[in-house]
């Protein structure tokens, strides 16, 4: 990028004037990425100052049956398959109950699209679980398993979203985004429900007052455009409904590991390679950049590597997700070396090993309880680069 670009792009980011994708397809082409990680703190600062968000939450995954083969998914079993199941939702509500130590604030639950469990298994499952945990935030369902509901009940999605709602169902997740570009979409996804139903679906759960997140999953075939393209829809569907409180770029991930059956499940692997590091910090900072109108972006650790996280807080990232526990979706898939879960006190250290002031919050983003930062008098204390 020659320099009169980059005083450009420059200008721009500091008077607040909203980046354009010529502007973001310039950026991704940048090699310099201490410049650009530097321009995304300087935004991540002025809309977030030297906190990182964390929140206190597990996982629960209630059946991985899905008529859908997705090529990336290693997570997904047809019925009959070793390994498949599906539970019961007195076996839910145990698990969810065995989780709810250290204060656990929310449960984060995506599924499978099974072929033959009833609608009402939904609902039911959520309000059995807000009963058996009435001071957690249920954080569940893609708009994948949403247009999945309206086929299997005949109900809209409005009418599928008030039941969910009258539920306990505070958030939608915000999976089943991958790649909006068809010209990528087609070769990765094996459901019904792309850009205009996920798109149509968050909109009505902003409508009724949900906040929820956005994702975008990247590192396999598509190119930087396609990731601008991707970031531009969801900015623009931002600026009509202001419901969306987070963008999560997931880091693609091979299948390093054979399943217990046999089978290597990820159809893309033998395609591509996956996005380095340096590649995910890119990622980072110019979503960061280009997303102006969202609060914040999170960095979810399972999928980046603890080192490319903290990294990650220094280039437009300000959220690092939570404990977890026991993420099948990716730990499935990979061998990475990510932990399965991490405690308030591990998330705590990582924080301010990065050099940055620990907020715990809840699903709504708002403060729960707020953590010094780096101990100043620690000459080897890491801080925030300076803006």
Not at 80 to 90: H, L, Q, S
């Amino acid at each position: 990028m020659d320099v009169g670009l980059k005083r450009e792009l420059e200008a721009k980011v500091r008077a607040g004037e909203r980046l354009t994708r010529e502007d973001g397809i310039a950026l991704y082409e940048s090699d310099d990425l201490a410049w650009l990680g530097g321009l995304a703190h300087e935004v991540r600062t002025r809309k977030n100052g030297d906190v990182v968000h964390f929140n206190v939450n597990r996982h629960l995954n209630m059946t991985n049956v899905c008529t859908a083969s997705c090529a990336y998914c290693s997570f997904q079993r047809k019925p009959g398959e070793k390994d498949a199941y599906t539970m019961r939702i007195e076996e839910a509500v145990r698990l969810a109950k065995a989780m709810e130590n250290e204060n656990l604030t929310e449960l984060h639950i995506v599924n499978g699209l099974h072929p033959t469990l009833p609608w009402r298994y939904y609902p039911r499952s959520l309000r059995e679980l807000k009963k058996a945990l009435p001071n957690v935030s249920l954080k569940a369902f893609t708009a994948t398993e949403i247009h999945h509901f309206e086929t299997i009940s005949g109900l809209s999605a409005s009418e599928i979203l008030d039941e969910l709602i009258d539920a306990g169902l505070e958030s939608l997740t915000g999976g089943g985004a991958e790649i909006f570009d068809w010209e990528v979409r087609q070769h990765i996804v094996d459901h019904a429900t792309h850009w205009e139903d996920w798109s149509r679906i968050h909109r009505l759960a902003h409508e009724k007052g949900l906040k929820t997140p956005s994702t975008m999953l990247y590192g396999h075939i598509e190119e930087p455009r396609h990731r601008v393209d991707h970031v531009l829809r969801l900015r623009e569907l931002q600026d009509e409904t202001g419901g969306f409180q987070v963008f999560i770029p997931l880091r693609y991930q091979h299948d390093f590991v054979d399943m217990k059956d046999g089978k290597v499940r990820n159809r893309l692997q033998a395609r591509t390679t996956m996005a380095t590091g340096a590649e995910a910090l890119k990622v980072f900072a110019v979503s960061r950049l280009l997303f102006d109108n969202v609060p914040h972006v999170k960095c979810f650790w399972v999928m980046h590597g603890l080192q490319t996280t903290q990294l990650a807080l220094q280039h437009g990232a300000d959220d690092m997700d939570g404990s977890v526990v026991e993420y099948k979706i990716t730990h499935d898939a990979d061998n990475y070396g990510t932990p399965n879960k991490l405690t308030r006190d591990d998330l705590l250290e990582l924080i301010r090993d990065a050099g940055f002031r620990p907020v715990e919050r809840n699903t709504r983003y708002e403060a729960i309880r707020e953590y010094p930062g780096p101990d100043p008098e620690r000459r080897e204390s890491p801080q925030p680069m300076r803006v």
